[in-house]
């Protein structure tokens, strides 16, 4: 705590002392953002979607994480995500297209998160 001491007097028998004191924050500090608790996959949002969507998903801690799109075939459409992401909330968006690019047909898809031992799969239409 650091402050400074003033002394005020008008003769010798009239002396004033104030003492201020403040303390000052000096750093500005950005608010951290808060690690989620557990491994989640959401549902994708639009729903259904006509040209993208998003799909959200939490990770509790640093993780080797894959997010892959399949059709209802269970053949791989496209993977959106296959690296180690730290913790935190993510959203990805798909563009409904395929791993070599091509848009895909109105259907239903499924996405599977794959994150350490954590695995989920939801749905999701896509309306052209």
């Known amino acids: 705590m650091g402050g400074r001491t003033l002394s005020y007097g008008a003769g010798e028998d009239d002396i004033w002392v104030i003492r201020v ?14 690690v989620p608790s557990e491994f989640t996959l959401r549902q994708n949002h639009p729903k259904p979607f006509n040209s993208a969507t998003e ?8 993780v080797r994480v894959e ?3 399949y059709n209802t075939l ?3 459409v496209t ?7 730290p913790a935190g909330e993510y959203r990805i968006i798909w563009d409904s297209k395929n791993a070599s690019g091509i848009p895909m ?9 794959k994150a350490g031992e954590f695995t989920d799969v939801k749905k ?5």
């Open 21 to 34: 004191e403040a303390e000052l924050e000096t750093e500005n500090r950005e608010p951290q953002p808060q």
């Open 55 to 62: 799909i959200r998903f939490d990770l509790p801690e640093k």
């Open 67 to 69: 997010l892959r799109v």
């Open 74 to 76: 269970g053949q791989q």
């Open 79 to 85: 993977t959106l995500i296959d690296e180690v992401r």
């Open 105 to 113: 047909a109105s259907g239903v898809y499924v996405y599977r998160l």
């Open 124 to 128: 999701m239409v896509l309306m052209r």
